[in-house]
């Protein structure tokens, strides 16, 4: 198997209380937008439209139109103005200077992404293999500078001059921008009465979506159903997929009733998918009931789901210590302050245990015994392709006594 298979997939994202992490974070997938826009150039003067540029451009496309002005919004209406109200001295000179350009930075680059936007769309859509490799250098050029700037001058004054509660500040108002405090009566707005109308259930009955972006031959798939597994996973990260990494996990306990929640995946090599959790949750003791469980990757925007099955097994403490230890500290202390599924009187008390155990724990708290991971051994992988009229393609790979795998296609 490929090297990449057996390593972790450790790369963890900062959370909003590292605000500045988290913008650091969105330079690093600018980057890798830019290093697809770059690419991209070539393969199109090469191969023309094929079905990798379409996804390629549309990767581009939802990052750049509705990611990168979140960002510009984040530096603009909260992060400099923060900074402009906090800074003195040399620090307020040099913002005095460097504000204006970064604003006229972002003007000139959205100025540069609307020629590239138009050259993108077509090629999204088949149509022309038309990209400017001067819109596209002129792009790259000018966001490579302009975040260069912004990490060597922006970025280490808000770290020297914020306090706790501002970079506490900064994270909330980042967010709310991207709607992760969402009110919860909002959330939950319909009423009894309108849950139970006959006609919002007949409307819930015409919800459907067709699907068309792909098809899944037997001849497209790889013989190893954890190499083809890698495969798509790959595809779903080029391809921007919102968290790629969350999977369902569903197990059932003694009395055989089913349970079932995100988590997210960890690691993946032939011996099987790792992820992590306190031992002493319910999933915990409902593994310890039943080994027995199912995992399932549902990949909306390439319209492909991955169900795995298979019997789960401890990972090592080496294995358990080595996550543990890359994770960030917060996390860390979360999973030694929190009985996870346990009851507790009310959120002060949580966050009451969690700064005892920050005040006791220091910078390199050691992983706890309830915490760890676990490995499904796969012994059923079936890989769910969309299809228009709900004729999707099915492949199933079933693991033979031998250890081998026995591939079928199955009935939508």
Same mark, same amino acid.
């Given at each position: 198997m490929k090297a990449a298979m057996t390593a972790p997939l450790f790369d963890t994202i900062p959370g909003f209380d590292q605000?500045?992490?988290?913008?650091?974070h969105c330079h690093d997938k600018i980057r890798k937008q830019i290093a697809t826009l770059r690419k991209l150039l070539p393969h199109l003067a090469r191969d023309g439209v094929t079905f990798d540029a379409q996804q390629a451009a549309e990767a581009v496309l939802k990052y750049f139109n509705k990611a990168?002005?979140?960002?510009?919004?984040?530096?603009?209406?909260?992060?400099?103005?923060?900074?402009?109200?906090?800074?003195?001295?040399?620090?307020a000179a040099l913002l005095s200077a460097l504000v204006p350009e970064i604003k006229s930075d972002h003007r000139q680059m959205d100025a540069a992404w609307e020629n590239l936007k138009t050259q993108l769309e077509a090629i999204a859509a088949g149509g022309a293999a038309? /990209?400017?490799?001067? %819109? &596209?250098?002129?792009?790259?050029? +000018?966001?490579?500078?302009?975040?260069?700037? #912004?990490?060597t001058q922006l970025a280490p004054m808000a770290k020297r001059l914020f306090s706790g509660a501002q970079m506490a500040q900064l994270g909330a108002a980042m967010q709310r921008r991207r709607g992760i405090e969402a009110d919860a009566d909002v959330a939950g707005a319909a009423t009894p009465a309108a849950a139970t109308d006959a006609g919002a259930g007949a409307a819930l009955a015409g919800l459907r979506k067709d699907y068309s972006q792909s098809? /899944?031959?037997?001849? %497209? &798939?790889?013989a190893d159903p954890? +190499?083809?597994?890698?495969?798509?996973?790959? #595809?779903?990260?080029?391809?921007?997929?919102?968290?790629?990494n969350a999977m369902t996990l569903a197990t059932v306990d003694g009395d055989g009733k089913p349970s079932a929640r995100i988590v997210l995946i960890k690691q993946f090599d032939q011996r099987g998918f790792s992820f992590f959790t306190n031992y002493g949750s319910d999933k915990g003791?409902?593994?310890?009931?039943?080994?027995?469980?199912a995992l399932l990757f549902f990949w909306p925007e390439l319209e492909r789901q991955v169900r795995i099955e298979g019997r789960v097994v401890k990972t090592t403490e080496a294995e358990s210590d080595?996550?543990?230890?890359?994770?960030?500290?917060?996390?860390?202390?979360?999973?030694?302050?929190?009985?996870?599924?346990?009851?507790?009187?009310?959120r002060a008390e949580l966050e009451a245990n969690y700064a005892a155990v920050a005040a006791a724990a220091g910078e390199q708290p050691p992983r706890p015994a309830h915490w760890g991971g676990y490995r499904l051994q796969p012994e059923r992988i079936e890989f769910w392709q969309g299809r228009r009229s709900r004729f999707h393609d099915r492949i199933v790979f079933t693991r033979q006594a031998d250890g081998t795998w026995m591939m079928q296609r199955l009935q939508p």
């Open positions: 605000p500045i992490a988290v913008l650091k990168a002005h979140l960002h510009h919004a984040d530096e603009e209406e909260d992060l400099m103005p923060m900074l402009q109200a906090t800074a003195v001295g040399d620090d038309l /990209l400017s490799a001067d %819109d &596209v250098a002129r792009f790259a050029d +000018a966001y490579l500078a302009h975040m260069e700037k #912004e990490e098809s /899944l031959m037997e001849t %497209d &798939v790889l954890v +190499a083809q597994f890698e495969k798509w996973f790959g #595809e779903a990260l080029k391809a921007q997929v919102n968290e790629p003791r409902q593994l310890a009931d039943n080994a027995q469980a080595a996550y543990f230890n890359v994770r960030p500290l917060q996390s860390r202390l979360t999973a030694i302050a929190s009985k996870q599924s346990e009851p507790i009187a009310n």
